[in-house]
C-alpha cells in the first residue's frame, strides 16, 4: 500500500527546504543564478536542507492526526512550535506570518481554537494553505474518496483553516488544494486529476453563499489555457490566491517532481511556500521514490519528519 502521506509531507519539506535560502529573492536574480539543488546559508542563514515554518506547522498537524481530529491539540502543538521551538529543524522557530502570530497568541490568552484565525481581507496571506496538506489523508480515512461531497468534511477543511485564517478565501483555497491533492493520489493523468479536483471544489463553492462572492478569485484555475499562461503572468507572492495558482501551474507544466519544485522556488519572492505547496501535490501524484536521494539526504531531521508521516500512515490504515 502506497504511503501518501510520506510521499505528499517529504514532497512538501523537500519544496519548503529548497526554497529557504532564496526567500524573497526576486524572478530576474534567480534567473541568473537559479536554484538548482539544496542550497546552505542564503536570506536566513540556515544550512542546507533546513526547511521553515511550512513543513513545521505540517509537522504539527500531522503529529496531532495521529490521535484523531482535536482542533485544541491543533492548536497546542501550533504554540509548542511557535514559543518552544518544538517541530522545528533546529531548535529555532522563524519565518512566522503575522496573522498565525496573532491567531496564536488569541489562543494562548485562551480564544477557543475556532475562533482564533483573522477574518479581515488581509488575513489572507497563504498560512494555512501551506499547512493543510494532512487532512487529506484523514478526510480519505474517515469519509473515503468522495469526501468532498459530504458536509461535515468540507467543514473539517474549512475549520482547519480558521484555526489561523478564518477568512472564506484562505478557507476557498484550501478545499480546493485538497480536493486536488486527493484526485492527484488516484495516480492517474495529471491535468484530468488537477481539472477534477478544481472544479469538484470550484462547483460546490460556487453554490454556496458563504463563499459564493469569492469563487471568482480562482476563476484563473478553472480556464482552459491556465496551463499555457506564460510565467509572467503568474505571481509568487504570500498571497493565498497566487501562491495556489502558481504551484498548480508548475505542476501543470512540468513532468517530474525535480522540475515542479524548481521551477516553483524559481519563481522567486515566496519561495519556500510556493515551492512547499507544489512540492506537496507532486509528491502525491510523482511518489516518495521520485524525490532525488540527493535532496532527501540533507533535510534535517529528516528521520524525525519520516517518523511522524509513518506514524500517520499506520494510524489510519485505510488511505
Not at 519539506?13 to 539544496?38: I, Q, S
Request: hydrophobic share 35%; aromatic share 10%.
Amino acid at each position: 500500500m502506497s504511503n501518501h502521506v510520506l510521499s505528499g509531507v517529504m514532497g512538501l519539506c523537500v519544496g519548503d527546504a529548497l526554497g529557504v535560502p532564496v526567500e524573497f529573492m526576486d524572478r530576474d536574480a534567480l534567473r541568473r543564478n537559479p536554484v538548482t539543488g539544496m542550497r546552505a546559508y542564503g536570506t536566513y542563514n540556515q544550512p542546507a536542507g533546513t526547511w521553515s515554518d511550512d513543513t513545521s506547522m505540517t509537522l504539527c498537524l500531522v503529529d496531532s492526526l495521529i490521535k484523531g481530529l482535536d482542533y485544541e491539540d491543533i492548536m497546542a502543538k501550533f504554540l509548542k512550535w511557535y514559543n518552544k521551538a518544538e517541530y522545528t529543524p533546529h531548535r529555532v522557530t522563524f519565518d512566522v506570518g503575522n496573522t498565525t502570530s496573532i491567531a496564536l497568541t488569541r489562543f494562548a490568552r485562551g480564544t477557543p481554537p475556532l475562533k482564533c484565525g483573522g477574518k479581515a481581507e488581509r488575513d489572507n496571506g497563504n498560512g494555512s494553505l501551506m499547512r493543510i496538506l494532512p487532512i487529506v489523508f484523514y478526510l480519505r480515512s474517515c469519509y473515503g474518496t468522495d469526501f468532498f461531497e459530504v458536509d461535515e468534511a468540507r467543514e473539517i477543511i474549512h475549520n482547519v483553516s480558521a484555526l489561523t485564517h478564518a477568512h472564506a478565501r484562505s478557507k476557498v483555497a484550501c478545499g480546493i488544494y485538497v480536493s486536488c491533492a486527493s484526485c492527484l493520489m488516484e495516480r492517474q493523468d495529471l491535468k484530468k486529476s488537477v481539472e477534477t479536483g478544481i472544479l469538484k471544489a470550484m462547483d460546490y463553492y460556487r453554490n454556496h453563499p458563504e463563499f459564493s462572492s469569492e469563487v471568482h478569485h480562482y476563476e484563473r484555475l478553472t480556464q482552459d489555457g491556465f496551463s499555457n499562461l506564460d510565467e509572467s503572468e503568474i505571481r509568487s507572492t504570500g498571497y493565498v490566491v497566487d501562491t495556489l495558482e502558481a504551484a498548480v501551474w508548475c505542476l501543470l507544466t512540468t513532468e517530474s517532481f525535480r522540475d515542479c519544485v524548481l521551477k516553483a522556488v524559481n519563481l522567486g519572492r515566496d519561495t519556500d511556500t510556493v515551492g512547499a505547496v507544489a512540492g506537496g501535490l507532486a509528491g502525491l501524484y510523482y511518489g516518495y521514490e521520485s524525490i532525488p536521494d540527493e535532496w532527501l539526504s540533507v533535510i534535517a531531521r529528516r528521520d524525525y519528519v519520516e517518523g511522524l508521516c509513518n506514524s500517520l500512515h499506520a494510524s489510519l490504515g485505510k488511505i
